[in-house]
């Protein structure tokens, strides 16, 4: 068993989002934060015989990464990775799988779509959480005021706190999306953004699908 370049850098942004994860058998990969407020689903081009569990992303990638080209042997109770002539190698052993929150294995569903914005890059939502950090502020939001949507950065317990503020689209509604700084982990890429009423927002570039879940503060208003 191979996993290619693509594969491991795909485990990469789902490990940002749990430190444990148990892999599904096949190609579409899954996870969930610990306080369940954010979902990631992903296609990885390697299909995985079997399901598994890993306790540890950070220390399996770093592991992984001992081996300049790894090959993957895989039993039901730990993955054996080996370099190129079979001379070095590691068994490295699974998790129990029912210690690792799991999350569902089908997409989230997403009713009572309201606000859509077609193309939002990660430069520049980094840009505004490069703000945030800077002017320590925790919250960023998708804001319409009836005529602009902004992505803004701010202290949504005071409203005469600093903000940045980037436009994005145009809209004849007012709402207001609050997402928490520490949910917005998006793998790089082009995104459409989609709103629900149900105080979520779902992202969905070529690669990557994250379900995030927004804070009570959000309103939306026709």
Same mark, same amino acid.
């Given at each position: 068993?191979?996993?290619? %370049?693509?594969?491991?850098? #795909?485990?990469?942004? $789902? !490990?940002?989002?749990?430190?444990?994860?148990?892999?599904? #058998?096949? *190609?579409?990969?899954? #996870?969930?934060?610990?306080?369940?407020?954010? &979902?990631?689903?992903?296609?990885?081009? @390697?299909?995985?015989?079997?399901?598994?569990?890993?306790?540890?992303?950070?220390?399996? /990638?770093?592991?992984?990464?001992?081996?300049?080209?790894?090959?993957?042997?895989?039993? @039901?109770?730990?993955? =054996? $990775?080996?370099? %190129?002539?079979?001379? &070095?190698?590691?068994?490295?052993?699974?998790?129990?799988?029912?210690?690792?929150?799991?999350?569902? @294995?089908?997409?989230?569903?997403?009713?009572?779509?309201?606000?859509? $914005?077609?193309?939002?890059?990660?430069?520049?939502?980094?840009?505004?959480?490069?703000?945030?950090?800077?002017?320590? =502020?925790?919250?960023? !939001?998708?804001?319409?005021?009836?005529? !602009?949507?902004?992505?803004?950065?701010?202290?949504?317990?005071?409203?005469?706190?600093?903000?940045?503020?980037?436009?994005?689209?145009?809209?004849? =509604?007012?709402?207001?999306?609050?997402?928490?700084?520490?949910? /917005?982990?998006? %793998?790089?890429?082009?995104?459409?953004?989609?709103?629900?009423?149900? *105080?979520?927002?779902?992202?969905?570039?070529?690669?990557?699908?994250?379900? $995030? #879940?927004?804070?009570?503060?959000?309103?939306?208003?026709?």
């Amino acid at each position: 068993m191979q996993f290619s %370049a693509a594969s491991i850098e #795909a485990f990469k942004y $789902i !490990s940002q989002i749990n430190s444990s994860v148990v892999f599904r #058998a096949g *190609k579409t990969q899954r #996870a969930v934060s610990i306080d369940k407020g954010l &979902v990631i689903a992903t296609e990885i081009p @390697d299909s995985i015989p079997k399901e598994f569990a890993i306790g540890d992303m950070g220390r399996f /990638l770093s592991t992984i990464s001992l081996f300049k080209e790894p090959k993957f042997s895989l039993t @039901d109770t730990n993955l =054996l $990775i080996e370099d %190129a002539s079979g001379k &070095v190698k590691t068994t490295y052993v699974f998790t129990d799988k029912e210690n690792v929150l799991r999350g569902k @294995d089908t997409d989230l569903d997403f009713p009572a779509i309201v606000v859509s $914005i077609d193309k939002l890059s990660t430069e520049t939502l980094e840009s505004v959480k490069k703000a945030a950090s800077v002017l320590t =502020l925790q919250t960023v !939001s998708f804001v319409g005021d009836g005529k !602009s949507v902004s992505l803004v950065a701010h202290d949504k317990k005071n409203p005469d706190s600093d903000k940045y503020s980037v436009e994005i689209g145009e809209t004849d =509604l007012t709402f207001n999306f609050d997402i928490s700084v520490e949910r /917005l982990k998006l %793998a790089p890429g082009t995104y459409s953004v989609d709103m629900s009423e149900k *105080k979520m927002v779902r992202f969905i570039s070529e690669k990557y699908r994250y379900w $995030i #879940a927004c804070d009570s503060t959000s309103k939306f208003s026709r």
